[in-house]
């Protein structure tokens, strides 16, 4: 038998078998797929997600610390300063500095015993500063440090780490009371107020305006927040600036408001509870806007105001927070101005028509009274506004009819808001019609709604804002004007439009109007003190609680009668006297103080006081 066997002829197999087939694929692939899962991880993460980690991470050890704008001033016509900013001390802690129960054991008590504040305060001020995902910002701990409190601060300074003095921004009103409605208020948010503006920027803490200018110009006034950029360690504690931000300061205001007119208007108004109004007959710009009750606005810039002085704004019996020169009252006799715009419209009058007056007249069965109960004789337009006869202007409004009456009143702006500023204060007003009349009363328009109407009485409302709207128009010779506050140099046509009345009628207007005070029931303003005033009063029905009857007083009017320079509405609420012999007087103290100071020496003062006839 050979030794040696051929290798074909052998039954033993050499072959390998790993490494063959599909197993090498599989692995190749497999390594493919992990390689490219890895790179494509990395790249997701380095490139689409890079910024956002970055930020995070950034986040971890750099924090925003917002300092807050400076509040725009505002100023009046002259620029004199109407509201401002002061800057009190305040001392602030770093909330999370604190953690060391050594130090705070040294701090706490100490600083306690300066601001005469408990300790568990100030450490409940910390810990809710704490409960704020991601906040390492100072906490104040007191507002309006006094001279004493800062002196003790800077002499313990080196056993009161963490601890630093900064001044706040805090709103100012240097009049106080007498600009009150006008300029409004600043005050922190409310938590609903946060909710619906956080997402332009507003933060927990921040002040806003709540009313008046301060509302209604607000982004403008805000300005723009800025801030440091602080590195914190890993407990959130501050080691170092490393860039700020210069917080953007709001735009300085100036007004249309003259506040040597505004002091007067306030005077004039006193204790009555009511409003004047001083205005541009031309444009629209406001002198002067006075109301009463008032309040002062300083309060809510204390940090600690005391209960009983918020009680007293917020809810006191009179409404002190109620701009009532925005509020809607019967205009009562002032609006024979649109009685008679309307009958001469019509083309049922002309203007030498001439109609007899009675004692009273009856109407679908209703008995309408003149406010004399005897009439005055036959009357033309003129002398009928100046006399103030009811009976005249009732035939007038039966006449013309509701349609024809409540279309001029809309004309004059009535029912609808005048364009001031103050848009979520001001009323509407309300003039009634036959839609409502069904609605309300399920009955329709009678001859005697329009009779009621025709007089400034029934369901018809308006604020003395719309009834100095109303006034300008015979004052300027036909436009209505839209009243606004910001001084922004714009021509007076930008800010009126045409009524479209003949002249004609504006002519009646004036004549009447003008005899209202030389022969009529606003002679309170016939006085050498003045040059010419056309005006016209008013006395509006009104009933206190429990059935009093208590009457609402008015007066407008402008001077010089030919030339207009200055437009006052005054309004007493619920005075009891007449528009002649209650609002007629302060109306006249307001022009006066006007005339005075812009023709100083022309105008010669009486001794003693005015005094007008009673009347509407």
């Known amino acids: 038998m050979s ?22 694929i599989f692995l190749i692939v497999f390594t493919l797929l992990m390689t490219n899962g890895i790179l494509a991880r990395l790249v997701y993460l380095q490139i689409v997600q890079g910024p956002t980690l970055r930020e995070r991470a950034e986040s971890n050890r750099i924090r925003l610390l917002h300092k807050q704008p400076e509040r725009g001033n505002i100023f009046d016509r002259n620029g004199k300063l109407l509201a401002t900013t002061r800057y009190p001390h305040s001392v602030y802690l770093w909330p999370m500095a604190h953690k060391n129960k050594d130090s705070w054991s ?16 100030i450490e409940k001020k910390l810990e809710e500063a704490k409960k704020e995902p991601n906040y390492s910002g100072l906490v104040r701990i007191k507002h309006d440090l006094s001279l004493d409190e800062i002196t003790a601060l800077k002499e313990y300074e080196s056993e009161l780490d963490n601890v630093e003095i900064h001044t706040d921004a805090v709103r100012y009103y240097p009049h106080g009371k007498e600009f009150a409605h006008v300029l409004g208020y600043t005050r922190e948010l409310t938590p609903e107020q946060l909710q619906q503006k956080r997402d332009e920027g507003y933060r927990l803490g921040d002040v806003i305006g709540q009313m008046g200018v301060e509302k209604a110009y ?63 007959p031309y444009n629209g710009a406001i002198l002067a806007m006075v109301s009463h009750p008032t309040f002062d606005p300083n309060v809510f810039s204390k940090p600690k105001a005391s209960q009983k002085e918020l009680e007293e704004i917020l809810l006191g019996a009179n409404h002190p927070l109620l701009n009532r020169a925005l509020r809607a009252y019967p205009p009562a006799s002032t609006f024979k101005i649109v009685t008679t715009t ?9 203007p030498d028509t001439i109609l007899p007056t009675y004692g009273y007249l009856n109407f679908g069965g209703t008995r309408f009274n003149e406010w004399n109960h005897a009439g005055f004789g036959p009357l033309g337009f003129a002398r009928a506004i100046a006399m103030s006869s009811d009976t005249f202007f009732y035939q007038v409004g039966a006449r013309v009819g509701g349609p024809t009456l409540i279309e001029w009143t809309r004309k004059y702006g009535f029912g609808k808001k005048t364009g001031f500023e103050f848009t979520s204060e001001e009323s509407k007003g309300f003039v009634p019609d036959e839609a409502w009349k069904r609605k309300v009363w399920k009955m329709p328009w009678t001859v005697g709604d329009s009779v009621n109407m025709s007089i400034g009485q029934g369901a018809l409302l308006a604020t003395p804002l719309q009834v100095a709207v109303m006034f300008a128009v015979p004052a300027n010779g036909g436009y209505r004007v839209q009243p606004h506050l910001l001084e922004d140099n714009k021509q007076a046509k930008s800010w009126r ?6 002249a004609s009628t504006v002519r009646v207007l004036r004549d009447g109007l003008r005899k209202v005070v030389s022969e009529g029931t606003g002679k309170a303003l016939n006085v050498p003190t003045l040059p010419p005033v056309a005006g016209k009063t008013g006395t509006a029905e009104a009933w206190l609680r429990h059935g009093v009857k208590a009457n609402h007083a008015w007066f407008g009017g402008y001077a010089p009668a030919d030339k207009p320079e200055i437009l006052v509405v005054a309004f ?28 100083p020496g022309k105008y010669n003062k009486l001794q003693g006081n005015n005094s007008g006839n009673h009347r509407p």
Request: net charge neutral; hydrophobic share 35%.
């Open 106 to 121: 040294r701090v706490g008590p100490r600083l306690s015993q300066i601001l005469h504040i408990p300790l568990d305060e």
């Open 572 to 599: 007493a609420e619920h005075s009891g006297g007449g528009g002649g012999s209650v609002a007629g007087p302060m109306a006249l103290q307001v022009m006066e103080s006007y005339f005075y100071k812009k023709y």
């Open 3 to 24: 030794l040696l066997q051929s290798p074909l002829a052998s039954n033993n197999k050499q072959s390998r078998t790993v490494g063959r087939g599909v197993q090498s």
């Open 218 to 280: 607000e982004d403008l006034l805000r300005g723009e927040w800025g801030g440091q950029q602080l590195e914190v360690d890993g407990s959130g504690r501050p080691l170092r600036i490393l860039g700020q931000k210069q917080a953007k300061a709001g735009e300085d205001l100036r007004l249309t408001l003259d506040a040597d007119l505004q002091m007067a208007a306030a005077k004039a108004l006193g204790d009555r509870n009511g409003t004047i109004i001083a205005m541009n």
């Open 342 to 350: 309307a009958g001469l419209e019509s083309g049922e009058f002309s």
């Open 497 to 502: 439009e045409p009524v479209n009345m003949k």
